[in-house]
């Protein structure tokens, strides 16, 4: 079928175009602003060179690496995100299961569409969780409780979003908090049939793992949305970094990370990984490309803690060279959201397969047969030359 016949992850991309109604496709894709940061996440890695030692046994490659202590086959990760049910009605337990299959971590996000413990009843592999810190830190707690209860192997503080980004294609498209859909946007819903509404709208949607807080106020799913929202508070510091590190005591990396300084007193207040992110070019637009930024994180913080690139991954070689830098490992959004919106579960394996594959090739190619291995000798910026 289709899925069979994607070469990459710009096809699926492609895919996931004609599959659902432009909105929703926007809301996946799109960026803040004018999409600078979008844009520069995954440019920025060609502007890496892969530089290979030739005549080296490559007849096997260990790709296997270990993150928030968790075994996994190679050095990727799923990242959180939400509203999932609203790109495939299968949400997020059909990712999960192909992450699973593929020995990968994934994250579910607190604005996710499934219970965290529905999640992991269904779903054994390695899981981590990934909170915010709410204006009610009581929900914050019960959270960390009910992740212990659940078995997740470890949080993910994402720390970039004290406000949401300002979303231009949303708005255009009128997909906001009261929605205002456009007449054009009503025609793309009608034009896409196979995208099923009612799977939005139905009762099975809604952000399941906080909407037990607000059944008093029987909040429809986007009220529910702006109640979660307004939670986000914006007096969050690092003392709250610290409070969370001992209330969870266990694996723990705060993602939105960009600077040596702020990896630093991540660590300094008890993370244990440091997920160098922008939010996927979402949030802040003009933030510096998550890949430049991975020597100076592991300058700063040192061999110990896991440090994830998050944003821009398009490739398998990508991830070669973020490791090659300093990254323990890459953590991917839309690849795979992609991936799902243009075939559910066998999708999402499709985006995984297709990534795992140019992985292998371009570590046999580069000449290097053990992700422990790669390092700076690897990569190059060329105008480093001059
Ligand atoms: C996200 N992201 C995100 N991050 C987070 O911490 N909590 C969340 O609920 C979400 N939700 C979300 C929804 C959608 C549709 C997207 C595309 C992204 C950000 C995500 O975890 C990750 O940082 C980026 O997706 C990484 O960039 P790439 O891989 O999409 O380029």
Redesign the pocket.
């Known amino acids: 079928g289709a899925l069979s016949r994607a070469n990459n992850i710009a096809d699926l991309r492609v895919l996931a175009r004609r599959k659902l109604p432009r909105p929703v496709f926007d809301?996946?894709?799109g960026g803040s602003d004018d999409e600078v940061t979008?844009r520069r996440?995954?440019s920025a890695f060609e502007h890496y060179e892969l530089v290979p030692d030739v005549l080296t046994d490559v007849s096997r490659i260990e790709t296997g690496t270990t993150l928030f202590g968790q075994r996994v086959r190679w050095p990727l990760m799923l990242?959180?995100?939400?509203?999932?049910r609203m790109?495939h009605g299968h949400a997020e337990l059909a990712v999960a299961r192909a992450s699973a299959k593929h020995g990968l971590l994934y994250?579910l996000?607190?604005?996710?569409t499934t219970r965290l413990e529905e999640l992991a009843e269904a779903y054994g592999g390695p899981k981590v969780f990934?909170i915010?810190i709410f204006k009610d830190r009581g929900l914050t707690a019960e959270f960390v409780a009910r992740c212990r209860e659940a078995g997740f192997h470890g949080l993910?503080l994402?720390v970039?979003?004290p406000v949401a980004g300002n979303r231009e294609r949303d708005r255009v498209n009128g997909l906001s908090l009261p929605p205002r859909l456009t007449m054009k946007s009503m025609l793309s819903f009608a034009l896409h049939p196979a995208w099923s509404l009612p799977a939005v709208t139905g009762s099975k949607f809604d952000l399941a793992n906080v909407s037990h807080r607000v059944d008093a106020l029987a909040a429809g799913p986007i009220s529910l949305f702006d109640y979660i929202g307004g939670q986000f508070d914006r007096t969050v510091t690092w003392r709250d970094v610290e409070w969370l590190a001992a209330e969870w005591n266990g694996p723990l990396a705060i993602?939105?990370i960009i600077t040596p300084e702020d990896a630093k007193r991540a660590v300094d207040s008890g993370a244990t990984g440091i997920?160098i992110?922008?939010?996927?070019?979402?949030q802040l637009d003009g933030a510096p490309a998550p890949v430049d930024q991975i020597g100076l994180v592991r300058d700063a913080i040192g061999t110990g803690p896991d440090v994830i690139c998050?944003?821009?991954?398009?490739r398998g070689s990508d991830v070669v060279k973020a490791v090659a830098l300093g990254a323990t490992a890459c953590?991917?959004?839309?690849?795979y959201?992609y991936g799902l919106a243009a075939g559910g579960e066998s999708g999402v394996d499709r985006a995984l397969s297709l990534l795992f594959e140019e992985f292998e090739r371009t570590m046999i190619l580069a000449g290097v047969n053990d992700v422990a291995k790669l390092d700076c000798r690897h990569v190059r910026r060329p105008q480093e030359l001059w």
């Open positions: 809301y996946i894709d979008l996440n995954a990242s959180p995100t939400g509203l999932t790109f994250s996000s607190t604005m996710g990934q915010y993910t994402t970039d979003t993602k939105g997920v992110s922008n939010h996927g070019g979402r998050d944003g821009g991954i398009r953590s991917i959004g839309r690849p959201l």
